[in-house]
């Protein structure tokens, strides 16, 4: 096992300002806590948007923060008053630690916890480094069904997960899933695995819905950004239609029952999407909105209330993670063909790994994973070598 005292890490100090290089740990683990040799993390697009732009919001990088929150290790020392976690356990880690006290997390709705402490979240530091310290209770042991890799990909999954609980969906439903990215492939699994009865993905790059389909079976719509919310929402109505009648989607199909989806869940979050889920899902229904693509948005308010529409938002996620790593050793689930590009963690490696996610378009990158285990096998081989 790799030495904690060489512990690497990548650390952003400003736009386009990515650095691997020694970082210290703490000289004790704090009581209740974990440290975690790290072995594989994954790249978001929060992470390329920090690192692109400096900030998300008010969440602005003014000192160096090591990135990235996708991720999974093995422990590698536990601190006082751990028992249920011991060294060489395999673990994903979930990356908000709360207060624990304030209303929304006595109330189960941690992730609504305003001082919540989240991975690669100015100023707290995030899990691109050799090691990590977390705490025991966010660390979830990981079945021998369960890889590694698979065990980073938790984190995105969670999203899913949250939505769809949010969503309620559940056998006798049908779904529409606005946006193929990852957070859409990742409902998309999720709504299948909650039992949708159908369920539908929409977005304007074909190569997206080909990925959906091709690895997913999904049922996809292409749609285009110059389409209009009536537009968008009648496709998508004759696209689920023949979904259900296994036939190809024509206007009169329009006609057939259930045609109008009991869940629209927006992954992109702009005007065009939100308004065409009013307009679109079936009277009673739910919209839940995941992507944060607008801050302003405008709505067709007579419609979502003469409709009784229930909008919902679906921010991170909470009590997830036992869920997820069941939904993946059970196989209902398969993240496994997300990860579609693959880098050592050192400096060549980092900033290749974040060209290839922030030109996603151009290299078909659905998730990047960085792999640390490479590096460190490397360190003990140059290690063994020297001692000779």
């Avoid at 439903?173 to 929409?202: E, N, Q, R, W, Y």
């Avoid at 109008?260 to 839940?288: H, N, Y």
Wanted: aromatic share 6%.
């Amino acid at each position: 096992m790799a030495d904690p005292d060489s512990n690497t890490a990548a650390v952003l100090y400003g736009i386009n300002d990515l650095r691997v290089h020694q970082w210290e740990l703490p000289k004790e683990l704090a009581a209740g806590h974990v440290r975690v040799q790290m072995s594989n993390v994954g790249i978001c697009g929060s992470d390329v948007h920090y690192l692109q732009h400096g900030r998300i919001g008010d969440f602005v990088v003014d000192a160096p923060m090591v990135i990235g929150h996708e991720s999974s290790g093995v422990v590698a020392a536990v601190g006082p008053g751990v028992t249920r976690l011991a060294v060489g356990d395999r673990v994903a880690l979930e990356p908000g630690a709360p207060c624990w006290h304030c209303k929304a997390a006595r109330e189960g709705r941690y992730n609504l916890d305003p001082d919540i402490q989240f991975f690669a979240t100015p100023p707290v530091h995030g899990s691109l480094a050799s090691f990590v310290d977390h705490p025991a209770e966010l660390c979830y042991k990981l079945p021998a069904s369960v890889t590694l890799e698979e065990g980073a990909m938790c984190e995105p999954l969670s999203v899913g997960v949250h939505a769809c609980r949010r969503a309620q969906v559940q056998p006798g439903k049908s779904v529409a899933v606005l946006g193929a990215g990852p957070i859409g492939l990742v409902v998309l699994m999720c709504a299948h695995a909650f039992g949708a009865d159908h369920v539908v993905i929409t977005d304007v790059r074909q190569s997206c819905l080909d990925f959906a389909a091709q690895h997913y079976a999904a049922t996809t719509l292409l749609t285009t950004p110059q389409q209009t919310p009536s537009d968008l929402a009648q496709q998508l109505q004759h696209t689920l239609a023949a979904a259900a009648a296994g036939a190809d989607p024509t206007p009169a199909a329009a006609t057939a029952a259930g045609v109008q989806p009991d869940i629209v869940i927006d992954c992109v979050g702009v005007q065009q999407t939100l308004e065409a889920a009013v307009r679109a899902v079936a009277p009673g229904g739910k919209i839940v909105l995941v992507g944060m693509g607008s801050e302003q948005l405008q709505l067709p308010a007579t419609l979502l209330t003469c409709k009784e529409v229930d909008l919902l938002g679906s921010f991170r996620y909470c009590n997830t993670y036992p869920l997820c790593i069941s939904l993946i050793a059970s196989k209902r689930v398969h993240v496994a063909p997300m990860i579609t590009h693959r880098f050592p963690f050192s400096a060549a490696g980092v900033a290749e790994g974040f060209d290839t996610a922030a030109r996603a378009a151009q290299t078909g990158a659905i998730k990047v994973m960085f792999d640390l285990q490479q590096q460190q096998q490397q360190q003990e081989e140059e290690e063994e070598v020297r001692e000779q």
